[in-house]
T-cell receptor, first 114, second 112 residues
Framework: EAGVTQFPSHSVIEKGQTVTLRCDPISGHDNLYWYRRVMGKEIKFLLH????????ESGMPNNRFLAERTGGTYSTLKVQPAELEDSGVYFC????????????FGEGSRLTVL | DAKTTQPPSMDCAEGRAANLPCNHS???????VYWYRQIHSQGPQYIIH???NNETNEMASLIITEDRKSSTLILPHATLRDTAVYYCIVGAGGTSYGKLTFGQGTILTVHP
């Protein structure tokens, strides 16, 4: 069974540019999550999809971040325009249904904004 | 979600048991205790979780005190590959179970 895959593994962009990160969850996992760790900080929850719907987006830092999950399969996280403080590692995770269980994390996409 | 307290670092000899403590004195009745770890710069990896009873799987054992205010993760025979940051997380079940609040964790170093 393929794990959670994320693209790109590393992206370097200039401040003000746009970057789109992609996450392919494990097949059959309805739940998809985005997390991030910015420099020196803890891993933070960004949002949660159930299929194509946003269940919880309380962790999204501001409106420069847009997450989508069209068709309930893969998800994208777009940062537009990117700022220096957006640099960090963005993790995607997926899981099966409730009530509890494990999250399967991808290897992360490292974003460097110059 | 309840806050957890973990020691910042611990050492363990290879082949010995690693016992990682966690305090979660404000845990509520419907909250679970989850353990994840992050090896180097990889994505977090699930280890185990529990509500009230002790749990064991192929990776570890989780011992939760009767009052649920603390727990211990036990790696029975630590190897060098178990060197990682270990996170104790308290969170709800149901629709919010994937919304994890990571703290600083415990850096476990397994030495030969």
């Amino acid at each position: 069974e393929a794990g959670v895959t994320q693209f790109p593994s590393h992206s370097v962009i200039e401040k003000g540019q746009t970057v789109t990160l992609r996450c392919d969850p494990i097949s059959g996992h309805d739940n998809l999550y985005w997390y991030r760790r910015v420099m020196g900080k803890e891993i933070k929850f960004l949002l949660h999809f159930v299929k194509e719907s946003k269940q919880d987006e309380s962790g999204m830092p501001n409106n420069r971040f847009l997450a989508e999950r069209t068709g309930g399969t893969y998800s994208t996280l777009k940062v537009q325009p990117a700022e220096l403080e957006d640099s960090g590692v963005y993790f995607c995770a997926s899981s099966r249904d409730y009530p509890t269980g494990e999250l399967f994390f991808g290897e992360g996409s490292r974003l460097t904004v110059l | 979600d309840a806050k957890t307290t973990q020691p910042p670092s611990m050492d363990c000899a290879e082949g010995r048991a690693a016992n990682l403590p966690c305090n979660h004195s404000t845990i509520s009745g419907n909250e679970y205790v989850y353990w994840y770890r992050q090896i180097h710069s990889q994505g977090p990896q699930y280890i185990i979780h529990g509500l009230k009873n002790n749990e064991t799987n192929e990776m570890a054992s989780l011992i939760i005190t009767e009052d649920r205010k603390s727990s211990t993760l036990i790696l029975p025979h630590a190897t060098l590959r178990d060197t990682a940051v270990y996170y104790c997380i308290v969170g709800a079940g149901g629709t919010s179970y994937g919304k994890l609040t990571f703290g600083q964790g415990t850096i476990l170093t397994v030495h030969p």
